[in-house]
C-alpha cells in the first residue's frame, strides 16, 4: 500500500502563538511553502462530528482571514456537489459564500 504525508510544520512565539506555518506534500510538488492560515477537517465515525484544526499566523491580516473564509464557503459549496450530486444545496451554498462576500465587504 503506498502512502504519503502532508505535513504543517508551525513556529510559534514565546506565548504558543504561531509566528510561521509551512507546509510541504511531496507527491503534490510541494517542498516547502510558507502560509498564514491552515484549517483541517477530519470525520470522526465513532462519535459522528467533524474534529478541527484552525490555526493561523499572528500577522494574517483580517481582509486576507475574509477571503480565505469565502473560498473555503465556495469550495465546500463544489465538494458538497461531487460528494452528493446534490445541485440544488450546493447552489444554496454557493449562495451563502456570496452572501458571506458582500456582508464581509469584499464583494459590493
Same mark, same amino acid.
Given at each position: %500500500?503506498?502512502? +504519503?504525508? #502532508? ?5 510559534? =512565539? =514565546?506565548?504558543?502563538? /504561531?509566528?510561521?506555518? $509551512?507546509?510541504? @506534500? ?8 510558507? +502560509?498564514?492560515?491552515?484549517?483541517? &477537517?477530519? !470525520?470522526? *465515525? ?6 478541527? #484544526? =484552525?490555526? !493561523? +499566523?499572528? =500577522?494574517? /491580516?483580517?481582509?486576507? %482571514?475574509?477571503? $480565505? $473564509?469565502?473560498?473555503?464557503?465556495? *469550495?465546500?459549496?463544489? +465538494?458538497?456537489?461531487?460528494?452528493? &450530486?446534490?445541485?440544488?444545496? @450546493?447552489?444554496?451554498? &454557493?449562495? #451563502? @459564500?456570496?452572501? $458571506? @462576500?458582500?456582508? *464581509?465587504?469584499?464583494?459590493?
Amino acid at each position: %500500500m503506498k502512502k +504519503t504525508k #502532508i505535513i504543517i510544520d508551525v513556529e510559534l =512565539d =514565546d506565548n504558543h502563538v /504561531p509566528e510561521k506555518m $509551512f507546509w510541504k @506534500a511531496e507527491d503534490g510538488g510541494i517542498k516547502r511553502q510558507e +502560509t498564514k492560515a491552515a484549517m483541517i &477537517s477530519v !470525520w470522526d *465515525s465513532k462519535a459522528m462530528e467533524a474534529l478541527r #484544526i =484552525d490555526l !493561523w +499566523t499572528k =500577522d494574517m /491580516p483580517v481582509d486576507e %482571514m475574509k477571503r $480565505f $473564509f469565502h473560498q473555503i464557503l465556495v *469550495s465546500i459549496g463544489h +465538494t458538497y456537489e461531487r460528494a452528493t &450530486s446534490e445541485e440544488d444545496v @450546493a447552489q444554496w451554498l &454557493s449562495e #451563502i @459564500a456570496e452572501e $458571506f @462576500a458582500v456582508k *464581509s465587504a469584499i464583494k459590493m
